[in-house]
């Protein structure tokens, strides 16, 4: 379904190489001021950067359809629109076929048969991830006035990680500024090297993204089923290419000791907080006032210029297929600002649910 979301509720429609990509967002609250240029300077961060990516001839422009007036929201849906025009099918109508191996095509010929629009990937496309950023920067804006605030960086490419864990000051102060959207300038250098290298030898490559929110109040989460884990983890995965998700120490949990994983409670200015934060700032589902951390997976770029084994599914032989098109060498960058606006959607939805938001 292409629904997510209770009281803030985002649709998405289109397809890589129909007409065009878009989304409705509902409940946002009326009075909030947005302008399109706010939702388009986020959706231009989601460009492809030269030399580590693929550059269109023809930027996204966002339309607004309805649901804002003199830069305010209306209180009624919201639609956003934005046009495909570069567009060369040519190349794709092979993989219904001949699936590419780590892509949808395989699963979506099966399952839709040939309704399912092949092209550029069709709706299984990273392109569908445009309008899930636009709608996010109305829903960061919503947060903004709340006092929340939301940064993601890369924090791997490949075997290039950023070991320090990075602060929202940090992110917010430098991870816009370089095309692989790191936290650090040592590390953008490495990383950008390490997705040429990957492009040369028609490879691709793929990395974590890391995120932080601060601001959020105690008490945002709504247990049993729709915990602040379970709807960031539902929203992280349907955005393309995603294969894991871990908040605060994740995985590295297991290998602890309770007395080295548990944050001990302090009070800080009159406040309770946790001198650590390997919870990554939700205990029962619930956010406890620290910031919420976590970091996404994302795979290599399933199409590669490699030569790949693949089968035809006509006469169900075993070939070699090549890919020809334009393909990112590494996804992670283009990435940061999606988990940027995934979770915006998803933590002011929570917050509507929870009262915080009226
Ligand atoms: C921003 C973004 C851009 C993407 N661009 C490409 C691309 O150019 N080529 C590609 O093969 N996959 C790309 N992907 C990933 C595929 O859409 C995805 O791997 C595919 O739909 C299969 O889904 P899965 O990897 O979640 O199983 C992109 C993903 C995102 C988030």
């Not at 009075?31 to 492809?48: F, N, S, Y």
């Not at 602060?167 to 790191?182: H, K, M, P």
């Not at 983890?233 to 290419?241: E, G, N, R, S, T």
């Not at 959607?345 to 649910?353: I, T, Y």
């Amino acid at each position: 379904m292409n629904t997510i979301g209770k009281s803030l509720r985002l649709t998405i429609f289109g397809s890589s190489h129909g007409e065009g990509v878009g989304c409705v967002l509902d409940g946002v609250p009326p009075g909030l001021p947005i302008t399109v240029e706010e939702i388009q300077k986020e959706v231009d961060l989601r460009r492809p950067a030269e030399g580590i990516g693929t550059p269109r001839h023809e930027e996204d422009m966002v339309q607004v359809l309805s649901g804002s007036k003199d830069g305010l929201a209306t209180g009624g849906a919201i639609t956003l629109f934005i046009a495909n025009k570069d567009r060369d099918s040519s190349k794709y109508l092979k993989f219904r076929d001949m699936p590419r191996p780590g892509h949808a095509d395989y699963t979506a010929v099966q399952k839709y048969g040939d309704s399912h629009d092949i092209r550029g990937g069709g709706q299984f496309s990273g392109r569908l991830t445009a309008p899930i950023v636009a709608a996010g920067a109305v829903a960061r804006k919503l947060l903004t006035e709340h006092g929340v605030t939301i940064g993601a960086y890369t924090e791997s490419v490949g075997r290039v990680i950023d070991a320090k864990p990075r602060t929202l000051q940090e992110i917010v102060s430098f991870g816009r500024t370089n095309d692989v959207r790191a936290a650090a300038m040592d590390t953008a250098e490495l990383m950008r090297q390490e997705i040429l290298d990957a492009k040369a030898e028609g490879d691709s490559v793929g990395g974590t993204v890391r995120c932080v929110v601060e601001g959020l109040p105690v008490g945002v989460g709504e247990p049993f089923f729709d915990t602040v884990e379970g709807e960031l983890a539902k929203m992280m995965f349907a955005i393309p290419a995603v294969k894991g998700i871990e908040f605060g120490a994740g995985f590295r949990a297991v290998g602890m000791r309770g007395s080295e994983c548990n944050d001990p409670f302090i009070v800080v200015d009159g406040r309770l907080r946790t001198s650590k934060n390997d919870a990554g700032g939700v205990l029962g589902g619930i956010t406890n006032g620290m910031p919420v951390e976590f970091r996404v997976a994302f795979k290599p770029t399933a199409s590669i210029s490699k030569p790949q084994r693949t089968v035809d599914l006509r006469e169900m032989s075993e070939r070699e297929l090549m890919i020809e098109g334009r393909h990112d060498p590494c996804i992670v960058p283009r990435a940061v600002s999606v988990v940027e606006a995934a979770a915006a959607l998803v933590l002011a939805d929570l917050m509507v649910r929870g009262g915080f938001i009226d």
